[in-house]
């Protein structure tokens, strides 16, 4: 796990999985192209655990078992990635980029000062604070969600003493849950609100703003009702 993190963990695959579905993907089909991906990601998430659960279950099962299955499926997916998956970029656009590093005029910080769009033709620097917004909104949402998970699993199995099989199956449920809403839900809605309020190309649109809404609300009601309901029955909601 410590490896894992040091190299990025799942953020850095996740990251690179999105820079791969741009490179693919047409403009207006980008949110749903990454709403699918991050689907998949959930859904393994939660088929993952599930799996792990019924490795412990087996007679000749352990938690050693799950931990070498689970190695063995990450040296399957780097075999995947170095030999079946191909590079999107055109040879010159992949010239350009080496040229560009072995001439050291790139540097690490050159992606975050794309973040600061210039003005527009009036002047206005719009576009700039709504990047910069949603960054500081994506920023605090992960924080949220990353710091609630263990603190969750700790509650569990301090207060219901749960081990591993009643872990993975929390895990499950939760992962496939978010899986179906980003798979089932999300298009359905996402097609909804842009058949009624239209899109934007060049900056956020009433429907980005309605889904940001929306995601903040959900997460802040979930906390509203684990503070609520913490001294009572010690639910947990995520």
Not at 228 to 233: E, I, L
Request: glycine content about 6%; charged content about 15%.
């Amino acid at each position: 796990s410590s490896l894992s993190n040091l190299s990025g963990g799942a953020f850095s695959l996740l990251a690179n999985s999105y820079s791969y579905v741009a490179d693919i993907t047409e403009p207006e089909e980008r949110t749903q192209a990454m709403g699918s991906v991050m689907s998949v990601t959930y859904a393994t998430m939660g088929v993952g655990p599930m799996i792990s659960s019924l490795l412990v279950e087996l007679p000749f099962g352990s938690d050693a078992l799950s931990i070498l299955t689970s190695l063995m499926c990450l040296l399957l997916a780097t075999f995947l990635c170095l030999t079946a998956l191909q590079e999107p970029r055109h040879e010159q656009a992949r010239r350009n980029s080496c040229h560009s590093l072995s001439s050291g005029k790139s540097s690490p910080l050159d992606p975050l000062k794309q973040l600061w769009l210039p003005r527009t033709r009036t002047g206005s620097i719009e576009p700039r604070c709504t990047v910069i917004l949603l960054l500081v909104l994506d920023v605090l949402f992960l924080c949220v969600a990353a710091g609630s998970g263990p603190a969750f699993l700790l509650f569990f199995s301090y207060r219901y003493e749960w081990r591993s099989r009643q872990l993975g199956y929390y895990l499950s449920f939760t992962n496939m849950g978010k899986a179906a809403v980003l798979l089932i839900l999300a298009p359905h809605a996402l097609k909804l609100l842009r058949n009624r309020y239209g899109t934007l190309t060049r900056t956020a649109d009433h429907v980005d703003v309605l889904f940001v809404r929306i995601s903040l609300s959900s997460l802040l009601l979930g906390l509203s009702l684990i503070f609520w309901r913490s001294h009572d029955t010690g639910m947990a909601v995520s």
